[in-house]
């Protein structure tokens, strides 16, 4: 069945500093690939998203790029703040019969250091 | 105007109690869900409905049954609570229409099982 794996938390880091969030998928077909935030207290929210190979997701200065070659979504910005803090979460969603199957990985806390 | 909305928001109960939690979307979306978030932030999708139709059904003790009264409802009833239930849950919806649309969460339902 589909998978993704994203890297084990908490990333500690600075604020200003570069973040990269490694994910990597496995799908049967040409799944969409999604990034969702979730702030303490609350619900996942969408983050940005990518549809097909070589398409770049970018919302409040994350961004990802879907690379099929490497089965990849990593999640990269430049400099992150401390209200960035939050658990990030990837997801793909692929058409499985007629419906639409989600699969998420565990979660990567982050945590922002004034 | 909150387009996915849980109740309750908190939920404490003793071991043995049945107690249910609402899900309502006004988004128009045909699809909803139900997960479970552990307390490592690990999301466990647990049931998917489309058009009221069960489309999804994880190994979930059957304790835990899943109605839904209309496409914008998803309820979720559980019977003879545990310990290992104590959980938030959430609640999600989505267009079917595209494999790119994304799923909007509601703000969870934390239960406590005592």
């Known amino acids: ?114 | 105007d909150t387009a996915v909305s849980q109740t309750p928001k908190y939920l404490v109960t003793q071991m043995g109690n049945d107690k249910s939690i609402k899900c309502e979307q006004n988004l128009g979306h045909d699809t909803m869900y139900w997960y479970k978030q552990d307390s490592k932030k690990f999301l466990k999708i647990m049931f998917s409905y489309n058009n009221k139709e069960l489309i999804i059904n994880e190994t979930v003790p059957n304790r835990f049954s899943p109605k839904s009264p209309d496409k914008a409802h998803l309820n979720l009833h559980i019977n003879s609570l545990e310990l290992g239930d104590s959980a938030v849950y959430f609640c999600a919806s989505k267009s079917s229409t595209r494999t790119y649309n994304e799923q909007f969460f509601g703000p969870g339902t934390r239960l406590t099982v005592l």
């Open chain 1, 1 to 114: 069945g589909d998978s993704v794996t994203q890297m084990e938390g908490p990333v500690t880091l600075s604020e200003e500093a570069f973040l990269t969030i490694n994910c990597t998928y496995t799908a049967t077909g040409y799944p969409s690939l999604f990034w969702y935030v979730q702030y303490p207290g609350e619900g996942l929210q969408l983050l940005l998203k990518a549809t097909k190979a070589d398409d770049k997701g970018s919302n409040k200065g994350f961004e990802a790029t879907y690379r099929k070659e490497t089965t990849s979504f990593h999640l990269e910005k430049g400099s992150v703040q401390v209200s960035d803090s939050a658990v990030y979460f990837c997801a793909l969603s692929e058409r499985s019969g007629g419906s639409y199957i989600p699969t998420f990985g565990r979660g990567t806390s982050l945590i922002v250091h004034p």
